[in-house]
């Protein structure tokens, strides 16, 4: 069964029982592997601040959570790292966490030289990491433990790992660990995909190192994701800096038919009636066909009228909204203005100059809906693909999912 019917299957068993919702619920359990129960195992929930240890028989419990989906990762010295998706709907959790000893230690792995190593680390770090200003301040501490391959008949590079990430954050103030399940980046498309279990500590630091990283959260916070699902959720996204409009991709009928620019080249480029190519002039019939194959096959449309959230947004139950539309979301944050530093890295949206330079994304469907969370939580993060701003921020930018915005000095 797939990941969406999986959803699907889940959501609809939550509504029957919708009416015991919106209350404050517990993930509780027992770590252990085959033969016995394990003391001390450090217990976190992805995207979180929130961690417990394993007592003396192995239990453990986490208190004092609303509903939502939550994924528990376990970690152990000389064991496999545990993860485990779950969602609370209207009932406490309860989890065997069954754990598989670490065969292979990091001593013990024989890695093959690869002289392209050192420039396959460096594209993961700027995608993964990103390149916004935060992000020369952040550091991957154990690279060591990434396995990384390429796979050069699909031009596609692969990085996972089987042990945690740690990530240094100084420009945000968070220590974090993550456990990369994968990360794939696509030669061809350069499109992007990751997915992982972050879980963040506070670093510790003086009142006005604490007041210079609460502003840079504050910050990396607007505008964001999170930011912007949260306040789609409560109804709110406009009042707190969100215009929402459609993008549509429509033929570009300036531009002719493939099949009729190949015929005239080909008529102009073989047999007796043949071009020198090296020698046409600007006006010349070849040329012309060369810069009609140039144009643009699709042209994106901006929709000015801004999109109505109570047309957009739907209520699946009490926990859960989700968002189901045609063509593409366009979001602008219009609180926060785009750098020169983040233009000049090709990821900025095109629009009108009387619109601004204000912050902005798009959102392309894949797997319609998205369905989250009133903490801005998406419970099927693969439905859909950032571009623009979203795109270009990345783990150094990130905050924890219970992270509200603090006043600062």
Known sequence: ??????????????????????????????????????????????????????????????GNLPAGNYDLL????????YAKSVIISDKNIQIDAVLKANAVTLREVVIKPDPNRLAYLNLFKDYFIGRTPNAKDCKIL?????????????????????????????????????????????????IVYFAGFPYFEEMNGSKSKINRWNKKRNIAYNGSPA???????????????????????????????DSVIAKNIRSLTTGANAMNVFTFRKDDSLNYWLNERKKPKNMAVLNRARVLTDTLV??????????????????????????????NLGFQVSRSPDMGNYQTSLINLREPPIYFYKNGNIANPRSFLFKGFWAYEKMADAVPLEFTPAPVK
């Open 314 to 343: 739907k209520t699946y139950n009490d926990d859960l909204k989700y968002i189901n539309y045609s063509d593409e979301l366009f979001i602008m944050y219009t609180k926060e203005k785009e750098t020169e530093e983040y233009a």
């Open 74 to 81: 376990v970690q152990v010295v000389g064991y496999l790292p």
């Open 227 to 257: 930011h912007f699902f949260r306040s789609l959720y409560n109804g709110c996204s406009e009042s707190e800096g969100f215009a929402i409009h459609k993008l549509a991709t429509i033929e570009n009928k300036n531009r002719k038919p």
């Open 142 to 190: 154990n690279t060591e433990v990434l396995l990384i391959d390429y796979d050069k008949r699909n031009r596609v590079l692969s990085v996972n790992s089987n042990e945690f990430l740690i990530i240094e954050n100084k420009a945000l103030g968070y220590r974090i660990k993550y456990l990369l399940q994968n990360f794939e980046y696509d030669y061809k498309t350069h």
């Open 1 to 62: 069964m797939s990941f969406k019917s999986r959803l699907i299957t889940t959501l609809l068993s939550l509504m029957v029982t919708s009416s015991f919702a919106q209350g404050i619920y517990s993930i509780s359990g027992t770590v252990r592997d085959e033969k016995e129960t394990i003391p001390g195992a450090a217990i976190y929930l992805s995207g979180t601040k929130i961690s417990t240890l394993s007592n003396n028989d192995g239990k453990f419990s986490i």
